[in-house]
T-cell receptor, first 114, second 116 residues
């Protein structure tokens, strides 16, 4: 089974600064999807950004961007110009194109310091 | 955007009673829905995959007789916790895949179950 590892249980960043959250995964597949989800205190999971493995270009969504290193099986999330509303748990997730299941990492709790 | 609604958001029940949680996809059809359980400060643990019109597929270690899942339509899946005990207290989250864009998951708001 695929595994997703987030090695940073907690991170903090000063407001307006940049922070990078790490994620590595293990798979033998060549094509798959990677996601970053945000879970704020309200608890509803929100999709932040998505990356298809066959695309070499790193996905970007406004202040959120990823550094996708396929050979290293690394998928980090960079948050630029951090805002107080970015404070949440962030989960990295993997999904194969053929399977139903999403595999989630253990999450990183991000604190934004005013 | 796609919306998944989960109800109730909070429920408190007595030990031994059964509780039903609903998960609805409001503006899209979902042939597949997923039920997760989340413990405090932990990741989501997949409990089962719910397929419309067929029996749910349970993950190893999840009691199918305790966590009954029904997916009667393309927009509704229900999770019933039967004969609930305090150890069943948890945060339950459902998610749904859009039949038109299966690569994405849309999550419900979650349901906090407390069993007294």
């Amino acid at each position: 089974a695929q595994t997703v590892t987030q090695s940073q249980p907690e991170m903090s960043v000063q407001e307006a600064e940049t922070v990078t959250l790490s994620c590595t995964y293990d798979t033998s597949e060549s094509d798959y999807y990677l996601f970053w989800y945000k879970q704020p205190p309200s608890r509803q999971m929100i999709l932040v950004i998505r990356q298809e493995a066959y695309k070499q270009q790193n996905a970007t969504e406004n202040r959120f961007s990823v550094n996708f290193q396929k050979a290293a099986k690394s998928f980090s999330l960079k948050i630029s110009d951090s805002q107080l509303g970015d404070a949440a748990m962030y989960f990295c997730a993997y999904r194969s194109p053929t399977g139903n299941q999403f595999y989630f990492g253990t999450g990183t709790s991000l604190t934004v310091i005013p | 955007g796609a919306v998944v609604s989960q109800h109730p958001s909070r429920v408190i029940c007595k030990s031994g009673t059964s509780v039903k949680i609903e998960c609805r996809s409001l503006d899209f059809q979902a042939t597949t829905m997923f039920w997760y359980r989340q413990f405090p400060k932990q990741s989501l643990m997949l409990m089962a995959t719910s397929n419309e019109g067929s029996k749910a597929t349970y993950e190893q270690g999840v009691e199918k007789d305790k966590f009954l899942i029904n997916h009667a339509s393309l927009t509704l899946s229900t999770l019933t916790v039967t004969s609930a005990h305090p150890e069943d207290s948890s945060f339950y989250i459902c998610s749904a895949r859009n039949v038109r864009d299966g690569s994405r998951l849309f999550f419900g708001e979650g349901s906090r179950l407390t069993v007294l």
